[in-house]
């Protein structure tokens, strides 16, 4: 069983400037939630009772917002409004534990996940990319992933198709062949040019990864732009045990950009047990 999700959330969001100024973007909401409750709601569907923040300076809004809200919760239960008492409390279900670490200095992703370290339990644990937001009718992809775990034993990491002229945005995996839905990875890149990318599968943001990797992490060298890259641990990792890559179900947005957002902003909304069918109607008379 997976226990443990990290969550690195230090980035300074400066692709989303002004909004980002005094807000961390992961506060930022898709429709009426902020984007890193939909990160945590897929960890904790996935079984995950551990959720590992790696913050940074500005960030405290994300713990304030996982934790109780004593004056809002008061007045609500004092006004009766009992459903939205609810929504407050159930940002984080009871029993499932928010820990939170500082990355003191930007050094990458791989940096990021090593700060996380001591607070990990487990042979193995996940890890989510907030920005990733994937939209899924059923399963959550942290949740395929940790099957896929447990029936194999093998770290394994989402992946997607991307256009060849795509790959240097993402880490690529070079995989042998696939049987269904996985494949076993036996090289990966980072940020590749097209030109030297080994595939066109492109890392998405959920991986469940052998705790091996923090070792592996404290002898990975900084890339040339002087960070820590996860991808290069892994590809370290695979050289020791299996990792594979798994074609996730679900459509993925990619929230670190705007118009990633502005599509999830749009397609959740469409979908909106509330809204949906009113913002639909509105959308098809543009
Ligand atoms: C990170 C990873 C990259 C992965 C991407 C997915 O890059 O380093 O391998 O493909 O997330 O979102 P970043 O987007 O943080 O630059």
């Not at 409750?37 to 009772?49: F, I, L, M, W």
């Not at 997607?160 to 690529?172: A, H, I, L, M, N």
């Not at 091996?212 to 002087?226: K, M, N, S, V, Y």
Request: with cysteine; glycine share 10%; aromatic share 6%.
């Amino acid at each position: 069983m997976i226990d443990t999700v990290v969550f690195p959330v230090a980035g300074l969001g400066t692709r989303f400037l002004p909004a980002t100024k005094a807000i961390p973007k992961e506060m930022l909401p898709v429709v009426d939630k902020p984007l890193i409750q939909y990160g945590v709601e897929e960890a904790v569907a996935a079984g995950a009772t551990r959720l590992v923040f790696v913050t940074g300076r500005t960030k405290n809004a994300i713990a304030d917002h996982f934790d109780m809200a004593f004056e809002l919760e008061t007045e609500l239960e004092q006004r009766g409004k009992h459903e939205l008492l609810e929504v407050a409390r159930q940002t984080v279900p009871d029993g499932v534990e928010c820990l939170y670490v500082r990355q003191r200095q930007a050094l990458g992703l791989g940096h990021a996940v090593r700060c996380a370290r001591s607070l990990v339990s487990g042979e193995a644990f996940g890890l989510i990319l907030p920005d990733d937001l994937i939209d899924n009718g059923g399963d959550g992809v942290l949740a395929q992933l940790v099957r896929h775990h447990e029936q194999t034993g093998a770290s394994v990491i989402s992946v997607e198709e991307v256009p060849r002229e795509k790959t240097s945005s993402y880490g690529v995996v070079d995989v042998e062949s696939f049987t269904g839905r996985s494949g076993r990875i036996c090289g990966m890149v980072e940020k590749p040019e097209p030109a030297e990318a080994p595939s066109n599968l492109a890392i998405v943001g959920r991986y469940v990864l052998d705790a091996r990797i923090f070792e592996l992490l404290e002898e990975t060298r900084p890339d040339q732009r002087g960070e820590i890259q996860i991808t290069d641990a892994i590809a370290s990792l695979l050289q020791e045990r299996p990792v594979d890559a798994y074609r996730f179900e679900g459509r993925h947005y990619d929230c670190g950009s705007k118009l990633g957002f502005l599509q999830a902003t749009v397609d959740l909304g469409r979908k909106h047990p509330e809204l949906g069918g009113e913002f639909s109607a509105w959308l098809e008379n543009q």
